[in-house]
């Protein structure tokens, strides 16, 4: 299983980055998860039907199962400091698990960095010195703010990205050990 994560800003479009490389792998006929880091609250389930109501009543574990999907939900009631490897532990096999959010997590990352978004928020790149970047994905390759050997992809150019991160081949694979 290959293990990558993509970090950045809010708004710098990591959401769709990943939403179109997870389509380029399903149509290579590879499985796909996503995991994905929210730093609020949020509902999986809308309020008034049975999932909703049998997690508001307080169960831990809300499993939602048809023919064609199946959702867990979880309440823990308090704030648990869990980490990326105990949420992939969680999933099925898979052939690649996308993780979006968890910055500073121990996987191989893309930072996905937006100039217009990094100037406004007066971010700085974590890819100068972490050696858990891969590549950078950039709406401005030519302006990135520190130069780096590593792979610097225009935004929109998964094909690139997905070359690039089979270019990582066994970088990518997951051996985290859960013991």
Known sequence: MKVVGFCGSSGS?????LERLVARLRARGERVSVIKHAHHGFELDR???????????GAFE????APDRLALLR?????????????????APADWVLVEGFGHADIMRVEVWRESVAAARGDV???PEDPFVVA????????LPVSTLRPVLALDDVDGLLAVLDAAGDRLDYRHDHG
């Open 13 to 17: 479009g990591k959401t769709t980055l």
């Open 47 to 57: 309020p008034g039907k049975d999932s909703a109501r049998f997690r508001e009543a």
């Open 75 to 91: 309440e823990f009631g308090a704030s648990v400091p869990y980490s990326v490897h105990d949420l992939i532990a969680e999933l």
């Open 136 to 143: 950078i994905a950039t709406d401005r390759p030519d302006a």
């Open 62 to 65: 809300v499993l939602l199962a």
């Open 125 to 127: 790149p974590i890819y």
